[in-house]
């Protein structure tokens, strides 16, 4: 077991993908607990600051993870194996994901937002709505460019 963490650990394309994540939800959890406030409620001590497990899995917002993600995974294997085929696999997936951020999820999220208003405003009884925004391109830039940064590093160190 200790060895198969180890080569995970030692892995540059793990290291840079586990990295680019991590890094992009730390910013994103970052700026919704300064900029827009999302921890309306307060602690036991009072910290607006305290973490909530929950704050990693936040989709949407500033910056994409799936950006991140994508292209950490397509920065580290051009820089592992150049321009091979499993580059321009990984680039053709990785434009997929970008689109979809982009196009599709923010299609989704802000038709959910205009559903929430309308039962809002005609009295409709529903659950809680959840849904996520998608990205607008600045998020989805930063979050390519917070991939690109940890494949970089991920290749200097390992």
């Not at 827009?36 to 409620?41: A, E, I, V």
């Not at 994409?64 to 696999?89: K, M």
Request: net charge positive.
């Amino acid at each position: 077991m200790v060895s198969v963490i180890t080569a995970l650990f030692t892995n540059n394309v793990f290291v840079s993908v586990l990295l680019a994540g991590s890094v992009s939800q730390l910013v994103k959890i970052f700026i919704f607990k300064f900029k827009y406030h999302r921890n309306k409620k307060k602690s036991k001590n009072n910290n607006p600051l305290e973490f909530d497990f929950n704050d990693w899995i936040v989709t949407g917002g500033m910056p994409s993870a799936h950006s991140a993600l994508v292209g950490s995974l397509a920065t580290i294997i051009w820089l592992n194996e150049g321009f091979s085929s499993l580059f321009f696999v990984v680039i053709t997936f990785s434009l997929i994901v970008l689109r979809d951020a982009i196009g599709v999820r923010r299609s989704v999220g802000e038709e959910g937002k205009l559903i929430e208003k309308i039962a809002k405003s005609e009295n409709i009884e529903a659950s809680k709505f959840r849904y996520s925004l998608g990205h607008n391109p600045i998020e989805v830039f930063v979050g390519l460019v917070i991939g690109f940064i940890c494949a970089v590093f991920s290749c200097i160190v390992f």
